[in-house]
C-alpha cells in the first residue's frame, strides 16, 4: 500500500484531510532533483566499462546468449543486473566450471560493478544460488539439484574460492527454507535440526574457502549470514563486520547485511538500525558515506508497520552520490521512486521525476506487477503538480515572513485570523488539531484562496469563514505590504487551550 492513496487534493483553496495527504514536511523543501544531471559526461565512461566486460567474458570463453546476459548496460536497461545472475546460473546448469571461476576471478580482481554501483561479483553469486530460473517455485527437489551442481563444481575445482562460497551461500538460502519465515516458537524440532545443520554446512564451507589464496568480499557478506543465524555474541559479530569493512570498505552488502543486527527482533531497539547507517555512512564520508546509507535504505525500508525511519534528505544525496559515482541505474531509479511514494513525508515531486526518467523499465522485484507500477507513476503524475504548486507558495510566505514588513504583518494578521479560530471553537467545541494554514491576500485584505491542513471540524469551519469571505470580497484583514501575499501561520491545539477551557 503505497502512501496517499484516495488523497482528494484539489488545485484551488481547499481543507485538507492530514490523513490522506501528508503534507511535506516545512523544515525540509527539496530542491530539484537533478536526476540523470550525469549521463552526457559518463557516457565515454561507460563505453570503455562495457568494453572491458567483453574483454572479461571473451578472454573466458563465454559467446552467445550467455555472454549477451553478462554484458549488459545497467544505464539504460533495468533487467542487466538479473540478466548478469541469469547468465552464471545458465553457466553452472551446463557445467562450465572453469569459465564461472574465470568470470569470478575476473570481475573481483578488477572489482567490476555496474552502473549506479552493483557489485558484479555479488550479482554472479546471487544468480548461482536460484535453483529455478525467476518467477518459477522451487521445490526441494530443486534445491537438492542446485546443492549437487555447486558440490560438484567444488569437487572438481577444490582450491575454487568462488565455487566455495557459492555452495556455503547456497546452504543459508536453504537452511532459511528449512526453517520458515514464522516466529521461533513456531518451528518444528526437525525443522531446527535441518536449520543448525544447513548452516554448520555453510560455515565448514566458508572456514575452507578461508584457507585459500584467493580471497573474495563475498565471503564477509555469507559470514555475516552465518553469525546471525548462530547466534554470535554481538561483539563477535561486529569483529567481523570491521574486518569485512577494513578488507573493502566500499563492499556496501556489509552494511546491508550487518544492519538487519539492529532490528528489534535480533539485537537492536527502536531507532538502532537509523543510528547505525548514520555512523557507518558518517565514517565512509562524502559521496561515498551518502551513496552507502541510499544503499543500506533501500534495502531496510520494506514498507512494513515498523520498518526503519531513515533520513529522506540523505536517501535524496545517497541516490545523487551514486549517479555521481558509479554512473546512472535504472534499478537505483525504480528503488528511489518506490521509497518516495512510501515514505514517511512522501515527495511526490521527487517520484515524478525518477518516474519520468524510468519510463517503461519498470523493476518487477520492486513493484510486483506492471499494473502496480503504472497505477502508482499514473498518481504521482496527477499528484505531483499540486504538491509543487504548494511547495512554491510556502516559499513565497517563508519569504514574506522574512522581511521586517512581513514581521510586522504577521502580528496584526495573527491576531485576526486566531480569532476565526477561537469563534470556530466555541461553536465547535473541542474539536480541534494542529493546524498548517496559508491564506493569499489581495490589496485590501480580501482572501483571494486558502488552505488550511488539519483533519478537526474547528478546522473545516475556519475554511468555511475564510471561503465567505473570498466569495463577498470581504476585507478580512488589515491591507499586505503588497498583493498577491502569502502568509503561513501554523497553530496547534495547545495553543487555543485556554479558550476551550473558557
Request: one cysteine or more.
Amino acid at each position: 500500500m503505497y502512501r496517499g492513496s484516495g488523497a482528494n487534493f484539489s488545485e484551488g483553496g481547499h481543507f485538507v484531510n492530514k490523513e490522506s495527504v501528508r503534507p511535506i514536511s516545512r523544515c525540509v523543501l527539496f530542491s530539484i532533483l537533478s536526476i540523470g544531471f550525469v549521463l552526457a559526461t559518463l557516457t565515454v565512461n561507460a563505453k570503455a566499462s562495457r568494453a572491458a566486460d567483453r574483454d572479461v567474458v571473451e578472454s573466458c570463453n563465454i559467446f552467445d546468449q550467455d555472454a549477451a546476459g553478462l554484458t549488459e548496460d545497467a544505464a539504460v536497461n533495468v533487467h542487466a543486473t538479473s540478466d548478469y545472475s541469469d547468465g552464471a546460473r545458465r553457466l553452472l546448469a551446463a557445467g562450465r566450471f572453469d569459465q564461472l571461476d574465470c568470470l569470478g576471478d575476473g570481475v573481483r580482481s578488477h572489482k567490476e560493478r555496474f552502473s549506479g554501483g552493483m557489485w558484479k561479483i555479488h550479482l554472479l553469486y546471487a544468480g548461482l544460488v536460484k535453483p529455478l530460473p525467476r518467477k518459477v517455485h522451487a521445490t526441494e527437489y530443486d534445491w537438492q539439484a542446485l546443492l549437487a551442481e555447486l558440490q560438484q563444481w567444488v569437487n572438481q575445482n577444490p582450491k575454487s574460492v568462488t565455487a566455495h562460497i557459492a555452495l556455503a551461500s547456497a546452504y543459508m538460502d536453504d537452511a532459511w527454507l528449512a526453517r520458515g519465515s514464522g516466529y521461533a516458537d513456531t518451528v518444528s524440532g526437525s525443522g531446527w535440526n535441518e536449520f543448525d545443520s544447513r548452516v554448520a554446512k555453510a560455515k565448514q564451507l566458508l572456514d575452507d574457502a578461508d584457507a585459500l589464496p584467493t580471497k573474495c568480499p563475498e565471503w564477509f557478506v555469507i559470514m555475516l549470514n552465518v553469525s546471525q543465524a548462530q547466534g554470535w555474541e554481538l561483539d563477535q559479530s561486529q569483529a567481523l563486520f570491521e574486518k569485512a569493512v577494513a578488507f573493502e570498505p566500499g563492499y556496501y552488502y556489509y552494511g546491508r547485511v550487518y544492519a538487519n543486527f539492529f532490528l528489534p527482533q535480533w539485537f537492536g531497539e527502536e531507532g538502532d538500525v537509523e543510528k547505525f547507517a548514520e555512523r557507518v555512512a558518517d565514517e565512509a564520508g562524502g559521496d561515498k558515506g551518502n551513496a552507502l546509507y541510499f544503499q543500506i535504505a533501500n534495502y531496510m525500508i520494506c514498507g512494513c508497520p515498523d520498518e526503519p525511519k531513515m533520513s529522506w534528505p540523505r536517501i535524496v544525496k545517497g541516490f545523487e552520490a551514486s549517479e555521481k559515482l558509479y554512473g546512472p541505474s535504472m534499478l537505483n531509479l525504480n528503488l528511489l521512486a518506490k521509497m518516495a511514494t512510501r515514505f514517511t513525508d512522501l515527495d511526490a515531486i521527487t517520484a515524478d521525476k525518477a518516474f519520468a526518467h524510468v519510463g517503461d523499465q519498470w523493476d518487477e522485484e520492486t513493484w510486483g506487477t506492471k499494473e502496480k507500477f503504472d497505477s502508482i507513476k499514473n498518481w504521482i503524475a496527477g499528484y505531483a503538480p499540486a504538491v509543487e504548486k504548494r511547495q512554491a507558495i510556502e516559499q513565497a510566505a517563508e519569504a514574506n515572513a522574512k522581511t521586517p514588513e512581513g514581521t510586522r504583518y504577521k502580528t496584526i494578521f495573527e491576531e485576526k485570523y486566531i480569532k476565526l479560530v477561537e469563534q470556530c471553537e466555541k461553536t465547535n467545541g473541542n474539536d480541534i488539531d494542529d493546524m498548517e494554514t496559508l491564506t493569499n491576500l489581495g490589496t485590501d485584505g480580501t482572501v483571494e484562496d486558502m488552505k488550511i491542513y488539519s483533519t478537526s471540524v474547528v478546522g473545516g469551519c475556519v475554511y468555511q469563514k475564510l471561503q465567505a469571505f473570498k466569495q463577498q470580497k470581504t476585507r478580512a484583514f488589515p491591507a499586505p505590504p503588497q498583493a498577491p501575499y502569502w502568509m503561513r501561520l501554523d497553530l496547534t491545539k495547545t495553543d487555543f487551550s485556554p479558550v476551550a477551557a473558557k
